[in-house]
């Protein structure tokens, strides 16, 4: 397997899901788009990974090279036709590249929280064998408001109808970081703007009490991710 990742900051990395692509002997080619790295020719890659970031999809003015990643979603996803995992950041530009809407969320959610699959969800390839409600971190302030058109809504949470859905048969989005790593809290938090949300978000103190959080779960998160990383490597 040969994949590219598109990054917008490099502690937001694919996670726990490097592990398993290692264990595969994947080659990954990893793009650090906020550093001003180009992306490649497409062709030779059979996946591609979305991650997250502090970025907003319609910050175009500020991040010119959004619109060139948009497009290169939208080719890689519309017209090639090949998978395609988004996480957070990730998901919000596969629906907004595709014609769908995003914008902010009614509050942040942040936290570790539950979300739940629709009907469709629970039918999905994706989800097979993955526990409904789904345990997971959350940390984002904006949201899918519309789902592009013939996209499947996939799960929701009580904060943010549009949690996961898919696009044709291969593309993905999710919300949540199913990523998350032992690491991820304290690389996350080291990042000024990230630490302010959290805390204003949980309050002070709250980036301990999220490590915690995390670190407790973390057997589910990482059971939960092989999962979806298995279901999501059929679709190669």
């Known amino acids: 397997m040969k994949l590219l990742v598109l990054q917008h900051l490099a502690v937001e990395h694919p996670g726990v899901f490097r592990d398993f692509l290692h264990e595969d002997g994947a080659v990954l080619h990893t793009v650090e788009l906020d550093e001003g790295e180009p992306i490649p020719d497409l062709e030779p890659f059979d996946a591609m990974i979305v991650m ?12 010119p090279w959004l619109k060139q990643e948009k497009a290169t979603i939208r080719r890689f996803v519309a017209d090639m036709g090949r998978p395609y995992l988004g996480l957070c950041l990730g998901h919000q530009l596969l629906a907004d590249a595709l ?3 995003v914008g902010p969320g009614t509050r942040p959610e ?22 409904d409600p789904i345990e997971v971190l959350q940390w984002h302030g904006a949201e899918v408001k519309a789902l592009p058109e013939g996209a499947v809504h996939l799960a929701r949470s009580d904060v943010c109808e549009m949690q996961a859905f898919r ?3 291969r593309a993905y989005g999710l919300q949540c970081h199913v990523e998350a790593t032992r690491d991820t809290v304290a690389d996350w938090a080291a990042i000024p703007e990230y630490a302010r ?3 204003a978000t949980l309050g002070a103190g709250s980036v301990a ?4 959080d995390v670190k407790e779960r973390l057997p589910t998160y ?4 092989r999962t979806l990383y298995e279901n999501f490597k059929t679709q190669l």
């Open 52 to 63: 997250g970031g502090p970025q907003d999809v319609w910050q175009e003015d500020a991040f």
């Open 167 to 169: 696009y044709g048969a």
């Open 197 to 199: 949300a959290l805390e």
């Open 209 to 212: 009490r999220l490590e915690q």
């Open 222 to 225: 990482t059971a939960v991710a």
């Open 99 to 101: 014609g769908g809407h």
């Open 110 to 131: 942040v936290g570790a929280l539950t979300i739940s699959q629709t009907e469709h969800g629970r039918r999905d390839p994706l989800f097979k064998g993955v526990p």
